[in-house]
T-cell receptor, first 116, second 113 residues
Framework: GAVVSQHPSRVICKSGTSVKIECRSL??????MFWYRQFPKKSLMLMAT?????????EQGVEKDKFLINHASLTLSTLTVTSAHPEDSSFYIC????????????FGPGTRLLVL | GESVGLHLPTLSVQEGDNSIINCAYS??????FIWYKQESGKGPQFIID?????DKRQGQRVTVLLNKTVKHLSLQIAATQPGDSAVYFC????????????FGKGTLLTVNP
């Protein structure tokens, strides 16, 4: 149980284009999902908290117009990197909390984004 | 900034030995702690958790110890195996914080055969 998937697992795009990453909770409902960014050999940095049916809460320094988050259902949250630039290249990871369980965050496998 | 840190960034052990990974946290109000394992190119995997009303919790081959007096958390892995090689992160959270986690820097565990 508590499986979280992400799609795509890897994406390469041209500078200036937008990329959408999906995060799904496969066997549970998640009212809260999180989006993290991780650079090589570094820890996870929280970007935003995504709550189903409401606007996401962004961490300080994270541009909400740059990283659009939509949490339209209890099993799906999406992160769209708009007008991507090479500095947006990173490993993006989502996590989800089971609405009926404990507060443990279960993580997806991550999405590797490379912007050329 | 990060409020959770680690004493050792790398740890190398022999297969079969016990491993101990340490973590210090700075928020004395944190009431829930989690250890995650992250293999290269993958997302973090839940290992074990502990609440602040406990000082020890055991799982399969793993034990987490919590010392609230000195704000210290440790992960013990018994009979370490090559498959245990990964980066281990401790994370803390506070009830009422909308479940936001604060991660430590991570420790790279290498198990030598």
């Amino acid at each position: 149980g508590a499986v979280v998937s992400q799609h795509p697992s890897r994406v390469i795009c041209k500078s200036g284009t937008s990329v959408k990453i999906e995060c799904r909770s496969l066997d549970f409902q998640a009212t809260t999902m999180f989006w993290y960014r991780q650079f090589p050999k570094k820890s996870l940095m929280l970007m935003a908290t995504s709550n189903e049916g409401s606007k996401a809460t962004y961490e300080q320094g994270v541009e909400k117009d740059k990283f659009l988050i939509n949490h339209a259902s209890l099993t799906l949250s999406t992160l769209t990197v708009t007008s991507a630039h090479p500095e947006d290249s990173s490993f993006y990871i989502c996590s989800a909390i089971d609405r009926w369980g404990q507060e443990t965050q279960y993580f997806g496998p991550g999405t590797r984004l490379l912007v050329l | 900034g990060e409020s959770v840190g680690l004493h050792l960034p790398t740890l190398s052990v022999q297969e079969g030995d016990n491993s101990i990974i340490n973590c210090a946290y700075s928020n004395s109000a944190s009431d829930y702690f989690i250890w995650y394992k992250q293999e290269s190119g993958k997302g973090p995997q839940f290992i074990i958790d502990i609440r602040s009303n406990m000082d020890k919790r055991q799982g399969q081959r793993v034990t987490v110890l919590l010392n609230k007096t000195v704000k210290h958390l440790s992960l013990q892995i018994a009979a370490t195996q090559p498959g245990d090689s990964a980066v281990y992160f401790c994370a803390e959270t506070l009830r009422g914080s909308n479940y936001k986690l604060t991660f430590g820097k991570g420790t790279l565990l290498t198990v030598n055969p």
